[in-house]
């Protein structure tokens, strides 16, 4: 997985509560059966004017002028501001695919989605859960000053501000280790192989009855 | 051992490991998969030259993005028109047969809705963890299950270990009391839930649903409550063992069978919070003040009981509450102050892992028997959750009451509930639908969803707007 350490960068305000996991890239796009190239159709429905398709060229597309992401100023933005409960709604892990592959390493929001949340984990994207008026405050400044970037240091667990001010953030130590060191999960659990391997046979002599193979047929 | 919650049960039990900061690996007893967030995950099986830690735990059956025209299934896979996704059920086949996988191909009469086909099979048992690439996992908690959605990552780290790294969640009671008024179902509870504790209420919490409301609905109904818990913000719903889930489960073919049987209700029956059971959050809802319920919003919380009106954004005091109606509004195309039953339908969905399943059908086809479909609704679309579904429907007659009234008979699957696949609902059009997601372009590009129950859904076919269902003969 790919390392989380220090990232500074260009933020883009999204200023919309409730960002479900279609708004972030419609189902349309879930047909791939690869991680990647989903960064150009982020925010698909909201950023262009017209219906996007898999695999089709989307560089004659007509913009929304009025969608942030499309604001010159926010070009190659790679923090994103957001709202409460981002990243609702479904499980699709082609979420965070979607925002990472556009270029976003960190997400500030006072509240997201459990599912989303972990899934961003897992792809070396770092969210974060700030206070409401610190967002808000946040998204005062973004638009008041073109060209607002801020650093954000996952060993310190502070987010700097342009004016050298630094705001903390608390983050889960066992993924903070993984993202500092870019570790790979299943790596890491199979570590415990043994202890997995004694927990199911222990499961397997109490409760036999999860353990039946089934009389239906496969096709 | 001290008094606990059912989700305190279920998770001591499958507790393989606890690490200091509190991550633990829960061990998982059932992994159900299907062609859209699997790919991935097998193909980093293969990159790490890895194999399933315990292939007979997996089930898998393709949905999301198969037609659901006879003309296209007729055909098999090869019927597919769409390359795009032709290729994505060939690749969930190819891999299925590659590690030894259980598969409900596409052309099985068993195949259907991942969420369906798991709890018909019994592949869904009381006390089992259960995960799959997909948020409405939370659906298999109606049996006493912990079950909940994952990523694909996760789905690989499944297959790889057997195993799930995560934290605890918190417990949270919403307790139904008294009995439901007729024509009120198990959707509308759900749905009275969410609009009481918002879309994110239920996040970090597994929620348990109880009371004598709750428990006095089937097991398709728990499963329609239990299957929404994600779109209150949790992960996982639960419902207690009883009876009724017993003899749901009780011959089954995944289901044990005889002295095993015998031994694993015996363990089941413990499947029930204690008495004095502490949750960190309880929430109480009187069944008897539910009225049948119409979302009338971009988001499942956007909820009015069918005698309401469209709320209007000038009421609102909330500046963010406010802006979030308006804009919500604007998406939708209506005024605040609207009544619910003057809001006209161009589309009907019956389907959908929330409410497709015989009960469901058998509550529309009441409805919609001997009439018709308004002549302003453009299309009427019933699409049965599993063939098994179908097949009973249509030994009940049920197809016949729904093509006599104008409607369309679907093959299984996921349909116009997430529209991957045809079944998709025009820009600004609005749709009556049975299904559990009414966000922006959800059911298709500029679509305008209103969740409802099925027999409200029939009734909005028959009179082209929103009706009472509990005005109806």
Known sequence: MKKFIREKGLVLPLDRANVDTDFIIPKQFLKSIKRTGFGVNLFDEHRYMDKGLPDADNSNRPLNPDFVLNQPRYEGARV??????????SSREHAPWALDDYGFRAILAPSFADIFFNNCFKNGLLPIVLNKAIISALFDEVEANEGYQLEVDLQQQLITKPDGSSIPFSVDEFRKHCLLNGLDDIGLTLKDAEKIRSFEDNWRNSAPWYFTTTNATTT | MSSRTLYDKIWDAHLVTQREDGTALIYIDRHLIHEVTSPQAFEGLRLANRLPWRADANFATPDHNIPTTSEERLQGLEGIKDPVSKIQVRTLDDNCQEFGIFELKMTDDRQG????????????????????????????????????????????????TQCLMQKKAKNMLVRVDGQLKPGCTAKDIVLAIIGKIGTAGGTGFTIEFGGEAIQALSVEGRMTVCNMAIEAGARAGLIAVDETTLEYIKGRPFAPAGELWDQAVESWRCLVSDAGAQFDETVVLQAAQIEPQVTWGSS?????????????????????????????????????????????????FIGSCTNSRIEDLRAA????????????????????????????????????????????????GCSMCLAMNADQLGEGKHCASTSNRNFEGRQGFGGR????????????????????IRDLG
Not at chain 2, 449 to 468: E, K, N, R
């Open chain 2, 300 to 348: 499942p919380e956007m909820v009015s009981p069918i005698s309401g009106n469209v709320p209007d954004p000038a009421q609102e005091v909330d500046e963010t509450k406010r802006g979030n109606i308006r804009q919500a509004l604007k998406y939708m195309g209506l005024q605040g102050g609207t009544a619910i039953k003057d809001i006209k339908l161009d589309c009907i």
């Open chain 2, 113 to 160: 809705i991942v969420h369906v086909v798991g709890p018909e099979q019994g592949a869904t048992l009381p006390g089992m963890t259960i995960v799959c690439g997909d948020s409405h996992t939370s659906t298999h908690g109606a049996l006493g299950a912990l079950a909940h959605g994952i990523g694909t990552s996760e789905v690989e780290h499944v297959l790889a």
């Open chain 2, 449 to 468: 969803t209103h969740l409802v129950s099925p027999a409200m859904a029939a009734a909005a076919a028959i009179h082209g707007h929103f009706v009472d």
């Open chain 1, 80 to 89: 994103l501001l957001a709202k409460d409960n981002f990243g609702c709604g």
């Open chain 2, 365 to 412: 086809a009441a409805v919609v028997k001997g009439k018709k479909v308004a002549s302003s609704v453009e299309v009427a679309m019933v699409v049965p959750g599993s063939g098994l579904v179908k097949k009973q429907a249509e030994a009940e007659g049920l197809d016949k009451i729904f093509l006599e009234a104008g409607m369309e008979w679907r093959e299984p």
